[in-house]
């Protein structure tokens, strides 16, 4: 009988080598795979493209578990098409992400980006530089999930209000109020700060485009810790030349990395950081917390306990 094959395309901790072994006594844990190897994944722990043709061949892969909470660039509709179970590294992040997103806040809100920006080139701004208080503030949050729960947590701290946009506008607690995404456009006039979380799907390709843009407020700030192809950068170029909103704090990007030609280096109503809101500490605890969860359901019963993508959905 042919072995079975627990993949990880990284390595970990011997700590975690040792719990796999013990949940899947049955199954053989590689890094590294021979091509006599492909045919007998049956479970692969992040995706590894160099393979990923033989894999999908292969009727033995039956469940992948995504290293990242973002699952748009694995082949989810050959993964539905075979039946493969799917699971991500959702919650991982959020902390990291939420404290992100609130250093943004904090810095525009306080003029610290300005002020950097002053001190290299030794000019004293004296009281010349933007102020705003976080009391009372209106905070949109696209995308309720994990994360947006954790900075809505976050905002409550500094009375921020926050708001809150999922698929179908269902409640979530931590929010004042909660909207679908089909009536974006409806609130984001009344937003002090819109914050963009949301998964890449058909639906969120583009989706912050000229024309959204249009309906922010004119002192609005705008985060992007999302995913970068829900961006349209040409158009959010246009609207900060056009004052349609304040500033924009940028960690992901449609390509990436940012190109030296894009205008998004030389504006000054413009925060760039390389893709780092979601650096995590202790990252490998965190992943094993849900992935061996997950891998005791799956070798007693064929199921996923925790963080299953829905795979006709993308997240």
Do not use: C
Not at 27 to 47: A, R
Not at 57 to 82: M, Q
Not at 163 to 191: C, R, W
Not at 290 to 296: D, E, P, S, W, Y
Request: proline content about 3%.
């Amino acid at each position: 009988m042919a072995e079975k094959i627990i993949y990880l395309d990284r390595g970990f901790r011997q700590e975690f080598i040792d719990k796999m072994t013990e949940l899947a006594p049955n199954y053989v844990i590689k890094t590294e795979l021979e091509p006599t190897d492909l045919m007998n994944v049956e479970i692969s722990l992040g995706w590894n493209r160099q393979y990923e043709r033989e894999l999908l061949a292969s009727p033995g892969l039956k469940w992948v578990h995504s290293i990242s909470a973002g699952v748009d660039t694995l082949p989810l509709t050959a993964f539905s098409e075979k039946g493969i179970l799917l699971s991500n590294g959702s919650g991982i992040h959020s902390e990291s992400i939420a404290e992100h997103i609130m250093g943004v806040i904090l810095g525009y809100s306080r003029g610290l980006f300005q002020a950097q920006k002053a001190q290299a080139k030794k000019e004293w701004l004296g009281t010349h530089v933007h102020y705003q208080p976080l009391e009372k503030q209106k905070l949109l949050i696209i995308g309720t999930g994990q994360i947006g729960k954790m900075v809505a947590d976050k905002a409550d701290s500094f009375s921020m209000v926050s708001y809150g946009i999922n698929t179908t506008g269902h409640p979530v607690e931590g929010f004042s109020q909660t909207y679908s995404l089909n009536e974006v456009e409806k609130v984001v006039a009344d937003m002090d700060i819109i914050v963009n979380i949301l998964p890449l799907t058909e639906q969120t390709k583009g989706f912050f485009n000229y024309e959204l843009f249009k309906k922010f407020a004119s002192h609005a700030l705008f985060i992007n810790v999302g995913r970068g192809a829900s961006l349209k950068t040409a158009d959010l170029v246009q609207a900060l030349n056009e004052e349609q909103l304040a500033f924009a704090a940028l960690d992901v990007f449609e390509e990436e990395p940012l190109p030296e030609k894009s205008p998004l280096w030389e504006m000054d109503q413009v925060l760039i950081t390389p893709h780092i809101a979601g650096l995590t500490s202790d990252f490998q605890n965190k992943l094993m917390t849900i992935f061996l969860a997950n891998l005791k359901s799956y070798v007693t019963n064929q199921e996923l306990k925790i963080n299953e993508v829905a795979l006709q959905k993308g997240y």
